[in-house]
């Protein structure tokens, strides 16, 4: 067109396999994958996010150092075993006595997991172990975890609750025992979220 200069850039590839001319962003969709990146794009990479919540609220008597059902489950297969599996988890916990030790523990696939504390005489192993004062109280257990080496197939992640009181007690998720209907008590959540992150 009249009054317009038009430059065209000769694309060059050179002998020694580098290509000179080629404006960011040139390459057509599609041409790159994964494969073709170095490993510093993709390390660190999060992959993968899921998350359970569980809002209603539940209740079951424990023994003594017993571990109850599982609260916020999720099923997650990696993509290679290299990668890490991130995992973050908050219990809402009350139990029906103040002054109280309570606590939960993270499982693999049914199994206590790596994220305890050590074997230490007659204690119990936790993942994470908050303290009830008040007599009717309602508390969080929280915790992190770094889970190395996962498997690719189909593995399930769950937190479960603990006791410790000498007797028989029961524990209530997401709610305290006195569950009146006012303003004055109140309802949580507990959740658990887990992030692949890639290697």
Not at 28 to 38: E, F, R, S, Y
Not at 140 to 146: M, T
Not at 161 to 183: A, F, L
Request: proline residues 2%.
């Amino acid at each position: 067109n009249t009054g317009q200069l038009f430059k065209i850039m000769a694309i060059v590839i050179n002998g020694s396999g580098t290509i000179t001319g080629l404006s960011v962003g040139g390459l057509p969709d599609g041409c790159v994958d994964t494969d073709m990146l170095a490993s510093s794009v993709t390390t660190g990479k999060v992959i993968a996010v899921k998350q359970a919540v569980k809002t209603d609220e539940a209740s079951e008597a424990l023994a003594q150092g017993v571990i109850g059902s599982a609260i916020c489950s999720i099923s997650h297969a990696a993509a290679s075993s290299s990668n890490k599996i991130w995992l973050y988890g908050t219990m809402s916990i009350g139990t029906s006595t103040g002054n109280q030790r309570v606590g939960c523990v993270l499982y693999i696939n049914g199994s206590v997991s790596a994220a305890i504390g050590d074997a230490n005489g007659d204690r119990s192993r936790l993942t994470a172990s908050p303290y009830i004062k008040d007599t009717h109280g309602l508390t969080q257990a929280n915790f992190a975890y770094l889970h190395s080496s996962p498997a690719t197939s189909s593995v399930t992640y769950d937190m479960r609750p603990w006791q410790g009181d000498n007797t028989t007690r029961t524990v209530y998720i997401n709610t305290e025992k006195d569950d009146s209907d006012d303003s004055y008590h109140q309802t949580c959540i507990s959740q658990l979220t887990l992030m692949e992150i890639a290697a």
